[in-house]
């Protein structure tokens, strides 16, 4: 059964004491979405950005490394690999998935990030985990997550956690049928959906490295645009240029092509849903990314 996260803070020693400058993040997850966004992000705030990948010498690792980020070779299933990528460290951005090793690998791979931080004295980590995780949602993703939550907030770490709804940065694997005037989903058209750009992501995680007084100890629900699915086919038809049709299809071809576990997921969407505060979260921070904004910037009319 999952328990509450106790919020009390942990004193986080002279958080002013260094610039940026003097701050080493490693990064994990680089090569990916988010971990991508993140060191960009804390490279442009003058962080020293330290990036964890399997393979330096794959091309987005080596992307990275023209950028400035010093990038390491490690794996989640490397104690040792996660406590020399850790050293010297200010603080740590912490990624975890389930898709390729399932939810009780992710929750073991947590746990390994939230321990080798521990034995190397981070003094603040950052986890991003997804909105509506300490709501019992029975989506088995979102309940792991929240379970890495659980055991960062009682390892005595100083931490921050984000909680971002669906990526925007994920509308690139519609492409194809946004541009032949087709949005799928089962989910009825007057269904409300929320999601944020992965910069945006990043954003907050740098907010949070900037200002960890405010931050310690802190869980944060995150979105930047929300809508229905039918207003969403609207948009994409006025943002295309040509008619893009909202097509509903049926749960049970919708789970034989994503899977049981996105399917969970997806009913969760339609019967309860991310419900984020966006309008609260944009009058403190007005410049989160709209979804018209996000899509005209792909130029996929051009």
């Known amino acids: 059964m999952l328990i509450g996260i106790c919020t009390a803070a942990v004193a986080v020693a002279d958080p002013a004491a260094a610039p940026q400058a003097d701050r080493l993040i490693l990064v994990t997850g680089a090569t990916g979405t988010q971990g991508g966004a993140v060191a960009r992000e804390l490279l442009a705030r003058d962080y020293r950005v330290r990036g964890l990948t399997r393979n330096p010498g794959k091309p987005k690792a080596l992307a990275l490394a023209a950028l400035g980020v010093q990038m390491v070779q490690g794996s989640f299933d490397d104690p040792a690999s996660l406590e020399a990528a850790m050293a010297g460290t200010y603080g740590v951005f912490a990624v975890t998935e389930w898709r390729q090793n399932g939810v009780d690998k992710e929750v073991i791979h947590g746990r390994a990030l939230v321990d080798a931080a521990r034995e190397t004295g981070v003094r603040h980590f950052v986890y991003t985990s997804v909105a509506g995780a300490d709501e019992q949602?029975?989506?088995?993703?979102?309940?792991?997550?929240?379970?890495?939550?659980?055991?960062?907030?009682?390892?005595?770490?100083?931490?921050?956690?984000?909680?971002?709804?669906?990526?925007?940065?994920?509308?690139?694997w519609d492409r194809d049928d946004f541009l032949a005037?087709?949005?799928?989903?089962?989910?009825?058209?007057?269904?409300?959906?929320?999601?944020?750009?992965?910069?945006?992501?990043?954003?907050?995680?740098?907010?949070?490295?900037?200002?960890?007084?405010?931050?310690?100890?802190?869980?944060?629900?995150?979105?930047?645009?929300?809508?229905?699915?039918?207003?969403?086919?609207?948009?994409?038809?006025?943002?295309?240029?040509?008619?893009?049709?909202?097509?509903?299809?049926?749960?049970?071809?919708?789970?034989?092509?994503?899977?049981?576990?996105?399917?969970?997921?997806?009913?969760?969407?339609?019967?309860?849903?991310?419900?984020?505060?966006?309008?609260?979260?944009?009058?403190?921070?007005?410049?989160?990314?709209?979804?018209?904004?996000?899509?005209?910037?792909?130029?996929?009319?051009?």
């Open 181 to 302: 005037g087709r949005f799928a989903n089962p989910g009825d058209p007057g269904q409300r959906n929320q999601w944020i750009a992965a910069a945006d992501i990043a954003f907050f995680v740098g907010e949070a490295l900037d200002n960890p007084q405010e931050w310690n100890g802190r869980a944060l629900d995150i979105a930047g645009d929300g809508m229905t699915l039918a207003e969403f086919a609207a948009l994409l038809s006025r943002v295309l240029d040509r008619r893009v049709q909202y097509q509903q299809i049926p749960w049970a071809d919708y789970e034989a092509a994503a899977g049981e576990e996105l399917t969970i997921m997806y009913r969760w969407f339609a019967s309860d849903g991310y419900s984020v505060d966006i309008d609260a979260l944009r009058e403190r921070y007005p410049k989160l990314t709209a979804a018209e904004e996000f899509l005209r910037a792909m130029e996929w009319g051009e």
């Open 137 to 172: 949602t029975g989506v088995p993703h979102f309940d792991s997550k929240y379970v890495v939550e659980q055991y960062l907030a009682q390892s005595g770490l100083a931490w921050s956690v984000v909680r971002p709804v669906s990526f925007m940065d994920n509308w690139e």
